[in-house]
């Protein structure tokens, strides 16, 4: 199958699954509530947790402030002072890491000593005493996660790469054409004048070095000398012809094109960055496998369309970039080591952010980044991920797609 029809037959299995099986996106509820009992919201727009006449409202706030943690109580219907109540929090995340909260009273709440960072995707725990009293409960509160069987992921072409330094490579793009090397041209005269008496090579034959090309009878000594092939390659233009005399004209033209220049147009918006020595890396117009070689000159006086001539020499032995192909290319302008980087090819929106989505075993959740700069296939990464995280850098819309499926939201 194609990766296309591939992408439809996954899609359909994801739905069935999602159709027959129970949601993996939805939140867990308290430990004392019903496996099937809906989430209960409090005055304060928190999850409602319950256990027997004592109520805990437990919210996230982040409007106007990092997101933190705050709690109220209530015991029989009634509010209780925060300083009656002793609170604790753990929020396990996908990876295996647990951040412990713990609370104040502040005002008419219980607030959290530690931001909560995103994603607020976690199993949650919570521990609370009043009175002499013990609470606790368990529940999940995911979003942007999702779960994906292996054969399922591969066979919709999901690729992970993991996250780390990288090299980072500003580049221009430049379109140009190719022209024969004329270090590697040569023109075939007669040393002395005289009759060509034969000719051994037409246009288009493939010489080698010291072939035989021409038969020249000298118009001094009466005798005949052969003239021989100086470099190997191939005929590309015949003025002789038996019978005639050279008369110091211009007979063969033998071009090797195992060498070709590029002769790439580099418009004033770019060209201060374009210097002699940068890397380059040319793909013929018909497609292909880029070639790379090198800027070996830039010329210092413009066309009439103000552009001037960057020039690069380029390896051409399987004769893939004939003398006058149209060519795109790729200048590196500038290189640069960042610490952490993630492919642009992984990268998608959720909310407000731009993410990756982290994969650990089956499970993927989103990973919120703070980027800088961005040069080639990899984005610099100031923050939102550590370093060695495995994510998905290639087909990530299919983990987009199925979190948005699955309905997981940013509801606390």
Same mark, same amino acid.
């Given at each position: 199958?194609? *990766?296309?029809?591939?992408?439809?037959?996954?899609?359909?299995?994801?739905?069935?699954?999602?159709?027959?099986?129970?949601?993996?996106?939805?939140?867990?509820?308290?430990?004392?509530?019903? +496996?099937?009992?809906?989430?209960?919201?409090?005055?304060?727009?928190?999850?409602?947790?319950?256990?027997?006449?004592?109520?805990?409202?437990?919210?996230?706030?982040?409007?106007?402030?990092?997101?933190?943690?705050?709690?109220?109580?209530?015991?029989?219907?009634?509010?209780?002072?925060?300083?009656?109540?002793?609170?604790?929090?753990?929020?396990?995340?996908?990876?295996?890491?647990?951040?412990?909260?713990?609370?104040?009273?502040?005002?008419?709440?219980?607030?959290?000593?530690?931001?909560?960072?995103?994603?607020?995707? /976690?199993?949650?725990?919570? #521990?609370?005493?009043?009175?002499?009293?013990?609470?606790?409960?368990?529940?999940?509160? /995911?979003?942007?996660?999702? *779960?994906?069987?292996?054969?399922? +992921?591969?066979?919709?072409?999901?690729?992970?790469?993991?996250?780390?330094?990288?090299?980072?490579?500003?580049?221009?793009?430049?379109?140009?054409?190719?022209?024969?090397?004329?270090?590697?041209?040569?023109?075939?005269?007669?040393?002395?004048?005289?009759?060509?008496?034969?000719?051994?090579?037409?246009?288009?034959?493939?010489?080698?070095?010291?072939?035989?090309?021409?038969?020249?009878?000298?118009?001094?000594?009466?005798?005949?000398?052969?003239?021989?092939?100086?470099?190997?390659?191939?005929?590309?233009?015949?003025?002789?012809?038996?019978? #005639?005399?050279?008369?110091?004209?211009?007979?063969?033209?033998?071009?090797?094109?195992?060498?070709?220049?590029?002769?790439?147009?580099?418009?004033?918006?770019?060209?201060?960055?374009?210097?002699?020595?940068?890397?380059?890396?040319?793909?013929?117009?018909?497609?292909?496998?880029?070639?790379?070689?090198?800027?070996?000159?830039?010329?210092?006086?413009?066309? =009439?369309?103000?552009?001037?001539?960057?020039?690069?020499?380029?390896?051409?032995?399987?004769?893939?970039?004939?003398?006058?192909?149209?060519?795109?290319?790729?200048?590196?302008?500038?290189?640069?080591?960042?610490?952490?980087?993630?492919?642009?090819?992984?990268?998608?929106?959720?909310?407000?952010?731009?993410?990756?989505?982290?994969?650990?075993?089956?499970?993927? =959740?989103?990973?919120?980044?703070?980027?800088?700069? =961005?040069?080639?296939?990899?984005?610099?990464?100031?923050?939102?991920?550590?370093?060695?995280?495995?994510?998905?850098?290639?087909?990530?819309?299919?983990?987009?797609?199925?979190?948005?499926?699955?309905?997981?939201?940013?509801?606390?």
């Amino acid at each position: 199958m194609t *990766r296309t029809t591939w992408s439809v037959v996954g899609a359909l299995v994801l739905l069935l699954l999602a159709c027959c099986g129970p949601d993996p996106h939805s939140g867990g509820t308290p430990a004392h509530g019903g +496996a099937d009992a809906p989430e209960a919201k409090g005055p304060h727009g928190g999850r409602l947790l319950t256990s027997h006449d004592f109520e805990l409202e437990l919210a996230i706030l982040e409007r106007g402030v990092p997101p933190e943690l705050r709690a109220w109580a209530r015991q029989d219907g009634q509010p209780v002072s925060p300083a009656d109540v002793s609170l604790q929090v753990a929020l396990a995340r996908l990876g295996g890491r647990v951040d412990e909260i713990s609370f104040a009273p502040e005002g008419d709440y219980l607030r959290g000593d530690a931001v909560v960072h995103e994603p607020h995707s /976690f199993e949650v725990s919570v #521990e609370a005493a009043h009175e002499g009293q013990k609470h606790s409960w368990r529940y999940e509160s /995911f979003e942007g996660r999702t *779960r994906i069987d292996p054969e399922v +992921a591969e066979s919709l072409g999901v690729e992970t790469a993991i996250a780390g330094p990288a090299v980072l490579q500003d580049t221009v793009t430049v379109y140009g054409r190719t022209r024969a090397n004329p270090e590697r041209v040569r023109e075939v005269r007669a040393r002395f004048d005289g009759v060509v008496r034969g000719v051994y090579a037409n246009v288009g034959r493939v010489v080698a070095k010291g072939d035989r090309l021409l038969t020249i009878e000298s118009d001094q000594s009466l005798s005949a000398y052969s003239i021989n092939a100086p470099i190997g390659g191939v005929v590309t233009q015949r003025d002789a012809n038996q019978g #005639e005399q050279t008369s110091g004209r211009l007979l063969l033209t033998i071009t090797d094109p195992s060498s070709v220049w590029a002769d790439l147009s580099v418009f004033p918006g770019d060209r201060a960055g374009v210097r002699a020595r940068n890397p380059v890396s040319i793909v013929p117009a018909a497609g292909g496998d880029p070639v790379t070689g090198v800027i070996s000159t830039v010329d210092v006086l413009a066309k =009439e369309d103000q552009s001037v001539t960057a020039r690069a020499v380029l390896p051409n032995p399987e004769g893939r970039l004939a003398p006058g192909t149209f060519v795109t290319a790729k200048i590196t302008v500038g290189e640069y080591d960042v610490p952490l980087a993630v492919r642009r090819e992984g990268l998608q929106t959720f909310r407000d952010f731009t993410v990756v989505y982290a994969q650990v075993g089956d499970q993927y =959740e989103v990973r919120m980044l703070e980027l800088g700069r =961005e040069a080639g296939e990899y984005v610099e990464v100031l923050g939102g991920i550590e370093p060695g995280t495995r994510y998905v850098a290639a087909n990530s819309y299919v983990i987009k797609a199925d979190i948005e499926k699955s309905g997981a939201s940013h509801d606390h």
